[in-house]
């Protein structure tokens, strides 16, 4: 279903979001990491665009391969990308850094949030992007409702809301600022941009 809407209507919602905030810094064609891509939306539309010309895309699930790789080669794209599986935290040391990190609604699966930024931040050259949820009282009461189904069927997986303002902060003391800044009713998107001798890189 995911793939069949991609196909018909193209990237919409918050990863259109994250795509069009992220832009091209520099006017040039760019690498791309991206954890958690899932089937890869993005990558396929910032490859199609221009805006990037190669892709690392590190999942932790399998289960996404088979119609990630089947999206890429009805678009002509397999060449350019390298799709991993693994845990991006563990193994984010071994990969290559890239122009462009993304993050899209990533974070808040993994509760340790602080060591996925702080890798995500060492692979970023040039600019770093993410979707979280809100930080509001109809998020958390949410994502409460989805853990306890998820306990009832005893699955391990779990669901945060993370403090979006202790993010910017632990970005900023290493040495990104905020470019951008989108608050929904549920997701929240930043893009942040490394600083280059004290100052913006773009």
Do not use: K
């Amino acid at each position: 279903m995911r793939a069949f809407r991609f196909r018909r209507r193209g990237l919409r919602g918050t990863a259109a979001d994250l795509v069009e905030m992220l832009g091209s810094p520099g006017g040039q064609s760019l690498s791309l990491l991206e954890v958690g891509g899932g089937l890869g939306e993005i990558q396929v539309t910032l490859l199609e665009t221009g805006s990037v010309v190669e892709v690392t895309n590190i999942e932790l699930s399998s289960s996404w391969e088979e119609r990630g790789r089947q999206l890429l080669r009805e678009r002509g794209l397999e060449e350019r990308v390298n799709r991993l599986v693994g845990d991006f935290v563990d193994e984010a040391d071994g990969i290559d850094e890239a122009d462009l990190v993304v993050l899209h609604r990533v974070l808040c699966c993994y509760p340790y949030w602080e060591r996925m930024l702080d890798a995500a931040a060492t692979r970023a050259r040039r600019r770093l992007g993410f979707t979280v949820p809100v930080d509001r009282w109809w998020t958390h009461t949410a994502i409460r409702a989805v853990n306890l189904l998820l306990c009832v069927r005893r699955m391990s997986f779990r669901v945060y809301v993370h403090p979006p303002e202790a993010m910017i902060r632990r970005l900023e003391s290493a040495d990104f600022s905020m470019v951008g800044d989108h608050a929904g009713i549920v997701w929240r998107t930043m893009v942040f941009e490394r600083e280059v001798d004290g100052a913006s890189g773009r």
